[in-house]
Each structure stands twice: as C-alpha cells, then as structure tokens.
Nanobody, 119 residues
C-alpha cells in the first residue's frame, strides 16, 4: 500500500520561504493525483494545493495563489510544495495526500510536517 512521508517543515520568519517534500513508496507515484492539506490548532483541515497524475493541471487555495507552487517528479516519486512569502496565518501542520480518482476523498495520508511562521 502507498506510504507518504513529508519533510521540510520548520520555523521561518514572515516573508521567508520553505520547500516541503513528500516521498512516496509502495506504489508508483504516477498512479495518483496528489494534494497538500494543512491544519492549524483548533481549526479544520483545509485544502492547500493539488496536482494531477501527469502534473499538467494544478489547483490552489485562493489565499496561497501566487505564493505556493506544487510540483511533482514521477521519476523520483516525490511531490513538493514550494512556499514563498510566508505569513503567520500559514502556520499549520502540512499533510501530503494521495487519491486514485480525480475527485472525491483522499485515501492515503502522510504523518504531517509542522510549519511555524513568526511575525
């Protein structure tokens, strides 16, 4: 079964950048549509970005458009989220997720990586 492991989180000053990575194992990455989600303490999990199997289509939460970029490298079985111009409200645990379908529920999730943006 597919396994996802996130890395790259940390503490950063507002306006700074971080690059999150998601390593996929157990299955071929190209079989899955991939997404990034985040959850701040006391808040519901929310969608951040998604990318189709081929990488030809990407989707973003409105508040991160122009700041975050999702990419994938199917040959290396990795998905990345480049986060620029970070704001304190971006502070959250970030999760990588996978689904076989183009819509519906994501059924595989990573353990999460913490991102803290200070003022």
């Amino acid at each position: 079964q597919v396994q996802l492991v996130e890395s790259g989180g940390g503490l950063v000053q507002a306006g700074g950048s971080l690059r999150l990575s998601c390593a996929v194992s157990g299955r071929t990455l190209s079989s899955y549509n991939m997404g990034w989600f985040r959850q701040a303490p006391g808040k519901e999990r929310e969608f951040v970005a998604a990318i189709r199997r081929s990488g030809s289509s990407t989707y973003y939460k409105g508040s991160v458009k122009g700041r975050f970029i999702i990419t994938r490298d199917n040959a290396k079985n990795t998905v990345a989220l480049q986060m620029n111009s970070l704001k304190p409200e971006d502070t959250a645990a970030y999760y990588c997720a996978a689904r076989e379908s183009d819509t519906g529920e994501y059924h595989y999730w990573g353990q999460g990586t913490q991102v803290i943006v200070s003022s």
